[in-house]
């Protein structure tokens, strides 16, 4: 559908939307539900439209998710996610990741 975005920014899309569903599916999930097919393509067109993936995310992402609770809110956990995806410049990892 938007064959312009760069195609490692859709792949990013596409892991977001990947990592919210599998924790909506957890056994003990943080979040109520994962991104939808729909919100994945809104965010492409976005993207399209010269947003970046942090604007993209505040227009479309956040909404969903409650802000109660604060540092334990779902909407907390979403942006740790997405902030794993956006680079801010510095080589330091957000996440350690262990291989299972």
Do not use: C, H, W
């Amino acid at each position: 559908m938007f064959p312009s975005v760069d195609s490692q920014m859709l792949k990013t899309v596409s892991s977001i939307s990947f990592l919210t569903r599998s924790e909506a599916k957890a056994d003990n999930p943080r979040i109520g539900s994962g991104i939808s097919t729909r919100t994945s393509v809104e965010i492409a067109g976005l993207l399209f439209d010269g947003f970046s993936l942090t604007e993209a995310a505040d227009i479309t992402i956040y909404p969903q998710y409650d802000a109660s609770g604060g540092v334990d809110s779902e909407r907390t956990f979403v942006k740790q996610i997405v902030q794993k995806f956006v680079n801010d410049g510095s080589d330091e990892e957000l996440f350690d990741e262990v291989a299972d």
